[in-house]
Nanobody, 121 residues
């Protein structure tokens, strides 16, 4: 069974930095594209950053220049470095990965459980 485990959320003040991590566990043979999504209260979940297995990144406009996504393929891990945080970055952040399951030999979509980020003074 595949699991994505997130860590690193918390309460910070505007202008602060925070780093999130996502680690694949269980029957992970290989990870394809990975991404970070977030969902603020009353809004739809939106993708904010993605990274291909080869390291190609994409960001939504609102986080460009402030957030950096990276990954370690050998460890099936992805990170999100968030700088210059703003109150509007407050949301639950979710990790997503396309994973090759070593038991089922199929590629499937997986999500982390979510981690809360609150930016407030």
């Amino acid at each position: 069974q595949v699991q994505l485990m997130e860590s690193g959320g918390g309460l910070v003040e505007p202008g602060d930095s925070l780093s999130l991590s996502c680690a694949g566990a269980g029957s992970v043979a290989k990870t394809g594209v990975m991404a970070w999504y977030r969902q603020a209260p009353g809004t739809q979940r939106e993708m904010i950053a993605s990274i291909s297995r080869g390291g190609i990144t994409n960001y939504t406009e609102s986080v460009k220049g402030r957030f950096t996504v990276s990954r370690d393929n050998a460890k099936n891990m992805m990170s999100l470095q968030m700088n210059s945080l703003k109150p509007e970055d407050t949301a639950v952040y979710y990790c997503y990965a396309r994973v090759l399951d070593s038991l089922k030999f199929t590629w499937d979509d997986y999500w982390g459980q979510g981690t809360q980020v609150v930016v407030s003074s």
